[in-house]
Nanobody, 124 residues
Framework: QVELVESGGDSVQAGGSLTLSCGGSGYMYTGACMGWFRQVPGEEREGVATITKNGVRSYYEETVKGRFTVAKDDVKNTLFLIMNRLEPEDSAVYYC?????????????????WGQGTQVTVSS
């Protein structure tokens, strides 16, 4: 199983930007796709964005379309979530997931590996 470690979470003002990174201790691209989730205390974990293993297609949750970009660096074995025009509603713990069986509507289904999460806080 690949160990995933996220980084890049921080506290920012609304309208600001952050880039989250997810590094893997092993080969990350064993499944069909990879993705990012986020979770607010007391709520279900929500799919944010996914990208196919070959990087050809990406999918985004409706509220982040046009503001977030998911990308990967195959050489560095790293997954990114580039977040622009952040809103207070984006505040959450963000998790990366890899080794997904498939991805649908911004959700990674059946991931083999999860990261430990990184906190993003956006103040108004």
């Amino acid at each position: 199983q690949v160990e995933l470690v996220e980084s890049g979470g921080d506290s920012v003002q609304a309208g600001g930007s952050l880039t989250l990174s997810c590094g893997g201790s092993g080969y990350m691209y064993t499944g069909a796709c990879m993705g990012w989730f986020r979770q607010v205390p007391g709520e279900e974990r929500e799919g944010v964005a996914t990208i196919t293993k070959n990087g050809v297609r990406s999918y985004y949750e409706e509220t982040v379309k046009g503001r977030f970009t998911v990308a990967k660096d195959d050489v560095k074995n790293t997954l990114f979530l580039i977040m622009n025009r952040l809103e207070p509603e984006d505040s959450a713990v963000y998790y990366c997931a890899a080794g997904c069986l498939y991805c649908s509507a911004g959700y990674c289904i059946g991931p083999k590996s999860w990261g430990q999460g990184t906190q993003v806080t956006v103040s108004s």
